[in-house]
Protein backbone atom coordinates (compact mmCIF):
# COMPACT_ATOMS: atom_id res chain seq x y z
CA UNK A 1 0.00 0.00 0.00
CA UNK A 2 1.18 3.69 -0.12
CA UNK A 3 3.26 4.82 2.43
CA UNK A 4 0.00 7.00 3.96
CA UNK A 5 -1.56 3.43 4.72
CA UNK A 6 0.79 2.78 7.05
CA UNK A 7 0.02 3.44 10.49
CA UNK A 8 2.48 1.39 12.76
CA UNK A 9 5.49 -0.52 12.87
CA UNK A 10 4.59 -3.80 12.18
CA UNK A 11 3.32 -2.58 8.64
CA UNK A 12 6.81 -2.04 7.31
CA UNK A 13 7.63 -5.65 8.74
CA UNK A 14 4.92 -7.03 6.35
CA UNK A 15 5.50 -4.71 3.56
CA UNK A 16 9.38 -4.97 3.62
CA UNK A 17 9.12 -8.74 2.65
CA UNK A 18 8.40 -8.24 -0.78
CA UNK A 19 10.17 -5.44 -2.24
CA UNK A 20 13.44 -6.79 -0.73
CA UNK A 21 15.63 -7.22 -3.79
CA UNK A 22 15.85 -10.91 -2.99
CA UNK A 23 14.87 -13.57 -0.91
CA UNK A 24 17.75 -13.95 0.62
CA UNK A 25 18.11 -10.18 1.86
CA UNK A 26 14.69 -11.13 3.55
CA UNK A 27 16.18 -14.30 4.91
CA UNK A 28 19.10 -11.75 6.37
CA UNK A 29 17.22 -9.37 7.99
CA UNK A 30 14.61 -11.08 9.27
CA UNK A 31 16.60 -14.44 10.78
CA UNK A 32 17.17 -15.03 14.34
CA UNK A 33 19.29 -18.35 15.79
CA UNK A 34 18.62 -21.90 16.11
CA UNK A 35 14.14 -21.75 16.99
CA UNK A 36 13.99 -18.17 16.94
CA UNK A 37 12.65 -17.97 20.81
CA UNK A 38 14.78 -14.91 21.81
CA UNK A 39 13.49 -13.03 19.27
CA UNK A 40 10.09 -14.04 20.21
CA UNK A 41 10.29 -13.18 23.80
CA UNK A 42 11.84 -9.79 22.79
CA UNK A 43 8.41 -8.95 22.04
CA UNK A 44 6.74 -10.83 24.57
CA UNK A 45 8.55 -9.23 27.31
CA UNK A 46 6.95 -5.52 27.01
CA UNK A 47 3.46 -6.91 27.39
CA UNK A 48 4.17 -8.51 30.74
CA UNK A 49 4.82 -4.91 32.17
CA UNK A 50 1.47 -3.27 32.27
CA UNK A 51 1.58 0.68 32.88
CA UNK A 52 0.13 2.18 35.96
CA UNK A 53 -1.25 5.67 34.63
CA UNK A 54 -1.36 8.48 36.52
CA UNK A 55 -4.12 11.04 36.11
CA UNK A 56 -5.28 14.67 36.36
CA UNK A 57 -1.77 15.90 35.96
CA UNK A 58 -2.01 18.85 33.03
CA UNK A 59 -0.55 17.09 30.16
CA UNK A 60 -1.68 19.88 27.59
CA UNK A 61 2.09 20.56 26.84
CA UNK A 62 4.60 16.83 26.31
CA UNK A 63 8.22 16.61 25.14
CA UNK A 64 9.83 13.79 24.45
CA UNK A 65 13.18 14.84 23.38
CA UNK A 66 16.15 14.07 25.15
CA UNK A 67 20.25 13.54 25.37
CA UNK A 68 22.07 10.11 24.42
CA UNK A 69 25.34 10.80 25.40
CA UNK A 70 25.57 14.31 25.26
CA UNK A 71 24.06 14.43 21.95
CA UNK A 72 20.36 15.74 21.64
CA UNK A 73 17.59 13.34 20.18
CA UNK A 74 13.87 14.27 18.88
CA UNK A 75 13.21 10.67 20.32
CA UNK A 76 14.48 8.64 22.94
CA UNK A 77 15.00 6.35 20.35
CA UNK A 78 18.45 5.88 18.51
CA UNK A 79 18.67 3.77 15.15
CA UNK A 80 20.87 0.75 16.08
CA UNK A 81 22.94 -1.01 13.58
CA UNK A 82 22.07 -3.16 10.97
CA UNK A 83 24.50 -4.70 8.40
CA UNK A 84 24.23 -4.90 4.90
CA UNK A 85 21.47 -2.14 3.72
CA UNK A 86 21.89 -3.00 0.46
CA UNK A 87 20.30 -6.24 0.62
CA UNK A 88 16.91 -4.69 0.81
CA UNK A 89 17.06 -1.10 -0.97
CA UNK A 90 19.99 0.11 -3.51
CA UNK A 91 20.68 2.91 -0.86
CA UNK A 92 21.64 1.05 1.92
CA UNK A 93 22.14 2.66 4.96
CA UNK A 94 21.49 6.41 3.59
CA UNK A 95 18.31 5.70 3.65
CA UNK A 96 18.65 6.01 7.83
CA UNK A 97 21.23 9.02 7.47
CA UNK A 98 19.07 11.43 5.62
CA UNK A 99 15.87 10.91 7.77
CA UNK A 100 17.71 11.03 10.62
CA UNK A 101 19.50 14.44 9.83
CA UNK A 102 16.33 15.43 8.67
CA UNK A 103 14.58 14.56 12.51
CA UNK A 104 17.11 14.99 15.01
CA UNK A 105 17.85 11.03 15.33
CA UNK A 106 20.66 9.63 16.06
CA UNK A 107 22.20 6.91 13.85
CA UNK A 108 24.37 3.73 15.15
CA UNK A 109 27.46 2.97 11.58
CA UNK A 110 27.76 -0.75 11.72
CA UNK A 111 30.83 -2.00 10.64
CA UNK A 112 29.73 -3.88 8.15
CA UNK A 113 26.94 -1.65 6.60
CA UNK A 114 27.02 -2.08 3.05
CA UNK A 115 27.52 1.92 2.35
CA UNK A 116 31.08 2.81 3.73
CA UNK A 117 31.43 4.82 6.81
CA UNK A 118 32.84 7.91 5.16
CA UNK A 119 29.68 7.51 2.34
CA UNK A 120 27.32 7.65 5.28
CA UNK A 121 29.04 10.86 7.83
CA UNK A 122 29.39 12.82 4.33
CA UNK A 123 25.76 12.04 3.68
CA UNK A 124 24.71 13.67 7.22
CA UNK A 125 23.64 17.55 7.48
CA UNK A 126 26.34 19.67 9.22
CA UNK A 127 26.91 18.83 13.11
CA UNK A 128 24.64 15.70 12.46
CA UNK A 129 25.61 12.74 15.80
CA UNK A 130 26.37 9.52 15.15
CA UNK A 131 27.31 6.49 16.90
CA UNK A 132 29.72 4.12 15.48
CA UNK A 133 29.23 0.26 16.13
CA UNK A 134 32.57 -1.81 16.05
CA UNK A 135 33.47 -5.37 15.36
CA UNK A 136 37.17 -5.87 16.73
CA UNK A 137 38.98 -7.09 14.24
CA UNK A 138 41.82 -10.14 14.63
CA UNK A 139 44.47 -7.40 13.69
CA UNK A 140 44.24 -4.63 16.30
CA UNK A 141 45.83 -1.98 14.59
CA UNK A 142 42.93 -2.49 11.78
CA UNK A 143 40.75 -1.54 14.73
CA UNK A 144 42.60 1.32 15.95
CA UNK A 145 42.37 2.73 12.17
CA UNK A 146 39.05 2.67 12.59
CA UNK A 147 38.36 3.90 15.94
CA UNK A 148 40.48 7.32 15.15
CA UNK A 149 38.87 7.82 11.92
CA UNK A 150 35.47 7.96 13.46
CA UNK A 151 36.48 9.96 16.52
CA UNK A 152 38.45 12.29 13.62
CA UNK A 153 34.92 12.17 11.97
CA UNK A 154 33.24 13.35 15.01
CA UNK A 155 31.77 10.21 16.27
CA UNK A 156 29.99 10.34 19.64
CA UNK A 157 29.53 6.88 20.92
CA UNK A 158 31.57 3.89 20.09
CA UNK A 159 29.33 0.81 20.83
CA UNK A 160 31.66 -2.37 21.09
CA UNK A 161 29.19 -5.90 20.14
CA UNK A 162 30.22 -7.88 22.93
CA UNK A 163 27.94 -10.59 22.22
CA UNK A 164 29.39 -12.00 19.01
CA UNK A 165 32.54 -13.44 19.22
CA UNK A 166 31.21 -15.67 16.55
CA UNK A 167 27.93 -14.99 14.87
CA UNK A 168 24.96 -17.28 15.81
CA UNK A 169 23.56 -19.73 13.21
CA UNK A 170 20.30 -18.13 11.39
CA UNK A 171 19.15 -21.09 9.53
CA UNK A 172 16.86 -19.60 7.39
CA UNK A 173 20.02 -17.54 5.96
CA UNK A 174 22.10 -20.39 6.06
CA UNK A 175 19.78 -22.44 3.71
CA UNK A 176 19.74 -19.58 1.28
CA UNK A 177 23.36 -19.99 1.59
CA UNK A 178 24.16 -15.72 0.78
CA UNK A 179 27.89 -15.41 0.61
CA UNK A 180 29.36 -12.24 1.09
CA UNK A 181 29.96 -11.44 -3.05
CA UNK A 182 26.42 -11.34 -3.30
CA UNK A 183 25.39 -9.14 -0.26
CA UNK A 184 27.44 -5.76 -1.22
CA UNK A 185 29.09 -5.94 1.89
CA UNK A 186 32.63 -4.43 1.90
CA UNK A 187 35.33 -6.54 2.57
CA UNK A 188 37.27 -6.23 5.63
CA UNK A 189 40.55 -6.21 6.08
CA UNK A 190 42.12 -9.25 8.22
CA UNK A 191 39.19 -11.37 6.50
CA UNK A 192 40.36 -14.83 6.56
CA UNK A 193 38.51 -17.67 3.89
CA UNK A 194 35.22 -19.14 5.10
CA UNK A 195 33.47 -21.89 3.53
CA UNK A 196 30.79 -20.42 1.28
CA UNK A 197 27.86 -22.55 2.78
CA UNK A 198 27.60 -20.97 5.88
CA UNK A 199 25.07 -18.14 4.94
CA UNK A 200 26.08 -14.86 4.44
CA UNK A 201 26.79 -14.00 8.41
CA UNK A 202 29.11 -16.39 8.91
CA UNK A 203 30.69 -15.30 5.40
CA UNK A 204 31.22 -11.31 6.26
CA UNK A 205 32.19 -11.93 10.19
CA UNK A 206 35.42 -14.24 9.95
CA UNK A 207 37.48 -11.06 10.65
CA UNK A 208 35.52 -10.86 14.17
CA UNK A 209 38.30 -11.66 17.03
CA UNK A 210 36.64 -13.87 19.33
CA UNK A 211 39.55 -13.74 21.99
CA UNK A 212 38.51 -10.60 22.89
CA UNK A 213 37.80 -9.83 26.38
CA UNK A 214 37.87 -7.87 29.74
CA UNK A 215 41.68 -7.23 30.00
CA UNK A 216 41.35 -5.67 26.14
CA UNK A 217 39.14 -2.76 27.90
CA UNK A 218 41.46 -0.74 29.09
CA UNK A 219 43.13 -0.56 25.24
CA UNK A 220 40.10 0.47 23.98
CA UNK A 221 39.28 3.23 26.63
CA UNK A 222 43.51 4.50 25.59
CA UNK A 223 42.89 4.51 22.20
CA UNK A 224 40.07 7.15 22.22
CA UNK A 225 38.10 9.70 23.77
CA UNK A 226 34.70 8.71 22.19
CA UNK A 227 32.43 7.12 24.71
CA UNK A 228 32.46 3.77 24.59
CA UNK A 229 29.63 1.66 25.27
CA UNK A 230 29.55 -2.08 25.44
CA UNK A 231 27.17 -3.63 23.21
CA UNK A 232 24.99 -7.27 24.51
CA UNK A 233 25.14 -7.07 27.71
CA UNK A 234 23.07 -10.49 29.19
CA UNK A 235 23.54 -10.28 33.13
CA UNK A 236 24.04 -7.94 36.23
CA UNK A 237 27.59 -9.71 36.76
CA UNK A 238 28.77 -8.65 33.41
CA UNK A 239 26.84 -4.96 33.85
CA UNK A 240 29.33 -4.78 37.40
CA UNK A 241 32.62 -5.58 35.31
CA UNK A 242 31.63 -2.82 32.68
CA UNK A 243 31.09 -0.53 35.47
CA UNK A 244 34.13 -1.32 36.99
CA UNK A 245 36.14 -1.42 33.59
CA UNK A 246 35.51 2.44 33.10
CA UNK A 247 33.31 2.42 29.74
CA UNK A 248 30.59 4.99 29.87
CA UNK A 249 27.75 2.23 29.39
CA UNK A 250 26.13 -0.54 28.23
CA UNK A 251 22.84 -2.10 25.90
CA UNK A 252 21.38 -5.04 27.40
CA UNK A 253 20.76 -6.30 24.15
CA UNK A 254 20.54 -10.15 22.78
CA UNK A 255 21.23 -8.55 19.45
CA UNK A 256 17.82 -9.09 17.90
CA UNK A 257 17.73 -12.93 19.07
CA UNK A 258 20.47 -13.26 16.69
CA UNK A 259 23.10 -14.51 18.62
CA UNK A 260 22.66 -16.88 21.76
CA UNK A 261 19.03 -18.55 21.44
CA UNK A 262 17.00 -18.59 24.52
CA UNK A 263 19.31 -15.70 26.41
CA UNK A 264 17.04 -13.26 28.22
CA UNK A 265 15.89 -10.24 26.62
CA UNK A 266 17.16 -6.52 27.60
CA UNK A 267 13.97 -5.88 29.60
CA UNK A 268 13.57 -8.69 31.29
CA UNK A 269 17.41 -8.18 32.79
CA UNK A 270 16.83 -4.38 32.85
CA UNK A 271 15.91 -4.56 37.04
CA UNK A 272 18.31 -7.08 37.74
CA UNK A 273 20.76 -4.66 36.17
CA UNK A 274 19.63 -1.44 37.86
CA UNK A 275 19.45 -3.40 41.35
CA UNK A 276 22.73 -4.51 40.83
CA UNK A 277 24.11 -1.14 40.24
CA UNK A 278 22.39 0.37 42.78
CA UNK A 279 23.61 -1.95 45.65
CA UNK A 280 27.08 -1.46 44.41
CA UNK A 281 26.53 2.33 45.19
CA UNK A 282 27.42 3.14 41.80
CA UNK A 283 27.39 6.81 41.13
CA UNK A 284 29.40 7.65 38.14
CA UNK A 285 27.62 8.62 35.20
CA UNK A 286 27.02 4.98 33.65
CA UNK A 287 23.91 4.64 30.71
CA UNK A 288 21.76 1.53 30.12
CA UNK A 289 20.28 1.44 26.63
CA UNK A 290 18.32 -1.90 25.91
CA UNK A 291 17.22 -3.23 22.67
CA UNK A 292 15.27 -6.29 21.19
CA UNK A 293 11.33 -5.65 20.07
CA UNK A 294 10.88 -2.51 20.48
CA UNK A 295 7.92 -1.56 17.94
CA UNK A 296 5.52 0.60 19.66
CA UNK A 297 6.30 4.17 22.19
CA UNK A 298 5.00 2.30 24.74
CA UNK A 299 7.76 0.24 24.73
CA UNK A 300 10.03 2.76 25.04
CA UNK A 301 8.29 4.35 27.93
CA UNK A 302 8.31 1.13 29.69
CA UNK A 303 12.32 0.27 29.15
CA UNK A 304 12.42 4.73 30.40
CA UNK A 305 10.29 4.20 33.56
CA UNK A 306 12.55 0.85 34.27
CA UNK A 307 16.00 2.86 34.23
CA UNK A 308 16.91 2.92 30.92
CA UNK A 309 18.38 5.93 29.19
CA UNK A 310 17.20 5.55 25.54
CA UNK A 311 16.49 2.33 23.63
CA UNK A 312 17.66 0.53 20.24
CA UNK A 313 15.35 -0.01 17.37
CA UNK A 314 17.00 -2.47 14.64
CA UNK A 315 14.44 -3.54 12.20
CA UNK A 316 11.78 -1.71 12.57
CA UNK A 317 13.74 1.24 10.55
CA UNK A 318 15.52 -1.68 8.51
CA UNK A 319 12.32 -2.86 7.03
CA UNK A 320 10.68 0.68 6.72
CA UNK A 321 13.77 1.41 3.82
CA UNK A 322 13.47 -1.82 2.61
CA UNK A 323 9.82 -1.26 1.68
CA UNK A 324 9.83 2.49 1.53
CA UNK A 325 13.24 4.21 1.23
CA UNK A 326 14.09 7.31 3.28
CA UNK A 327 10.27 8.17 3.57
CA UNK A 328 9.50 5.09 5.25
CA UNK A 329 12.09 5.54 7.81
CA UNK A 330 10.82 9.32 8.43
CA UNK A 331 7.11 8.08 8.63
CA UNK A 332 8.51 5.41 11.63
CA UNK A 333 10.02 8.63 13.15
CA UNK A 334 6.28 10.00 13.21
CA UNK A 335 4.88 7.10 14.36
CA UNK A 336 7.35 6.93 17.16
CA UNK A 337 6.89 10.95 17.57
CA UNK A 338 2.97 10.27 17.49
CA UNK A 339 2.44 7.22 19.53
CA UNK A 340 5.05 9.22 22.50
CA UNK A 341 2.40 12.15 22.90
CA UNK A 342 -0.56 9.81 23.19
CA UNK A 343 1.27 7.56 25.26
CA UNK A 344 2.97 10.48 27.40
CA UNK A 345 -0.41 11.68 27.94
CA UNK A 346 -2.64 8.82 28.90
CA UNK A 347 0.32 7.93 31.32
CA UNK A 348 0.61 11.39 33.25
CA UNK A 349 3.91 12.54 32.13
CA UNK A 350 5.15 15.60 30.21
CA UNK A 351 8.48 14.88 29.88
CA UNK A 352 10.52 11.36 30.14
CA UNK A 353 12.44 12.94 33.18
CA UNK A 354 9.41 11.57 35.36
CA UNK A 355 9.24 8.36 34.15
CA UNK A 356 9.73 6.10 37.30
CA UNK A 357 10.02 2.54 38.14
CA UNK A 358 6.44 3.33 39.81
CA UNK A 359 4.53 3.96 36.23
CA UNK A 360 4.88 0.80 35.09
CA UNK A 361 3.51 -3.28 37.17
CA UNK A 362 6.48 -5.26 36.45
CA UNK A 363 5.53 -8.36 38.69
CA UNK A 364 5.37 -10.69 35.80
CA UNK A 365 9.05 -10.35 34.62
CA UNK A 366 11.06 -12.48 35.47
CA UNK A 367 12.51 -11.16 38.94
CA UNK A 368 12.81 -11.89 42.05
C1 LIG B 1 21.64 -6.58 13.56
N1 LIG B 1 22.30 -6.23 14.74
C2 LIG B 1 23.66 -5.95 14.69
N2 LIG B 1 24.32 -5.61 15.82
C3 LIG B 1 25.63 -5.33 15.79
O1 LIG B 1 26.20 -5.02 16.82
N3 LIG B 1 26.33 -5.38 14.61
C4 LIG B 1 25.73 -5.72 13.44
O2 LIG B 1 26.37 -5.76 12.39
C5 LIG B 1 24.35 -6.03 13.47
N4 LIG B 1 23.71 -6.39 12.33
C6 LIG B 1 22.37 -6.66 12.35
C7 LIG B 1 21.73 -6.99 11.17
C8 LIG B 1 20.37 -7.22 11.16
C9 LIG B 1 19.69 -7.55 9.87
C10 LIG B 1 19.63 -7.14 12.37
C11 LIG B 1 18.14 -7.39 12.40
C12 LIG B 1 20.27 -6.82 13.55
C13 LIG B 1 21.57 -6.11 16.02
C14 LIG B 1 20.98 -4.72 16.18
O3 LIG B 1 21.96 -3.74 16.38
C15 LIG B 1 20.04 -4.67 17.41
O4 LIG B 1 20.70 -5.15 18.55
C16 LIG B 1 18.77 -5.46 17.17
O5 LIG B 1 18.37 -5.37 15.84
C17 LIG B 1 17.64 -4.97 18.07
O6 LIG B 1 16.50 -5.73 17.89
P1 LIG B 1 15.30 -5.31 16.91
O7 LIG B 1 15.03 -3.85 17.10
O8 LIG B 1 15.74 -5.67 15.54
O9 LIG B 1 14.18 -6.18 17.40
Redesign the pocket.
Given at each position: PPLDEIINLHDFEVESELPCPSAKGWA??SSASDDEIT?RE?RLAFQRVWFRPRVLRNVAKVDWSTTILGQKSSLPVYI?????GKLGHPDGELNLTRAAGKHGVIQ?I???ASCSFDEIVDAGVPGQPFFV?L?VNRDREITKRYVQHAEKRGVKGL?I?VD?PQLGRREKDMRLKLIGEESGAKVQEGQKDVPKDQGVARAISAFIDPSLCWDDIPWFLSITKIPIIL??ISTAEDALLAYDSGVHGI?L?N????QLDTARSGLEILIEVTDALKKRGATRQFDIFV????RRASDVLKALALGAKAV?????F?YAYCAYGQPGVEKAIQIFRDELEMNMRLLGVTTLDELRPEMVDARALNVH
Open positions: YYINSATALMATLQYFTAKGVSHGGRDGGVGVGRAL
